[in-house]
T-cell receptor, first 109, second 113 residues
């Protein structure tokens, strides 16, 4: 079957670093997406990992280990506006992408 | 702005009714996806079209149907509506097979009373 697991909720403090984990078991794997979604709004693209390792983009970094079926999203220097849901999604091949349930991040002052 | 448009933005209707949601993909994108997101839930994939043809089906109810027209816009039809159909409905589009980044529209919020 297809399975993507993420923690349901996380809380972190403004200015801190937070790591959101994602584990997956899918029948195919082309790459892994992270999306950000503010409440009531559309998901927006953050990153796409194809190869193992860390990819850094400003305050956000994403890591992938294909052998372990594991990824994480690292957010540094947290800001209040980072309070949102973070969706892990696996591109399994062709046009098929499977989304996890998302992790709701609360950033407190 | 992702370039994907959806209308209407909000829709309020009664149980048993039928509604049509409309989506226009980004210019050049051939593939359209429909998702349902209920309150505090993840994105549930409903159906996907590529250049007018259905390509993948997810957890789409038989009361729901969709199509993609020659100009590539898509419509999602929801009939015999129930209270539980109240949700945000997102449309996304993508260009190619290898990368498949999906660009999401702003969504249609459907409320069934």
């Amino acid at each position: 079957g297809q399975n993507i697991d993420q923690p349901t909720e996380m809380t972190a403090t403004e200015g801190a670093i937070v790591q959101i984990n994602c584990t997956y078991q899918t029948s195919g794997f082309n790459g892994l997406f992270w999306y950000q979604q503010h409440a009531g709004e559309a998901p927006t693209f953050l990153s796409y990992n194809v190869l193992d390792g860390l990819e850094e983009k400003g305050r956000f970094s994403s890591f992938l280990s294909r052998s372990k079926g594991y990824s994480y999203l690292l957010l540094k220097e947290l800001q209040m506006k980072d309070s949102a849901s973070y969706l892990c999604a696996v591109h399994t091949g062709g046009f098929k992408t499977i989304f996890g349930a998302g992790t709701r991040l609360f950033v407190k002052a | 702005d992702s370039g994907v448009t959806q209308t209407p933005k909000h829709l309020i209707t009664a149980t048993g009714q039928r509604v049509t949601l409309r989506c226009s993909p980004r210019s050049g994108d051939l593939s359209v996806y429909w998702y349902q997101q209920s309150l505090d839930q993840g994105l549930q994939f409903l159906i996907q079209y590529y250049n007018g043809e259905e390509r993948a089906k997810g957890n789409i109810l038989e009361r729901f149907s969709a199509q993609q027209f020659p100009d590539l816009h898509s419509e999602l039809n929801l009939s015999s509506l129930e209270l539980g159909d109240s949700a945000l409905y997102f449309c996304a589009s993508s260009a190619g097979r290898t990368y498949n980044e999906q660009f999401f529209g702003p969504g249609t919020r459907l409320t069934v009373l």
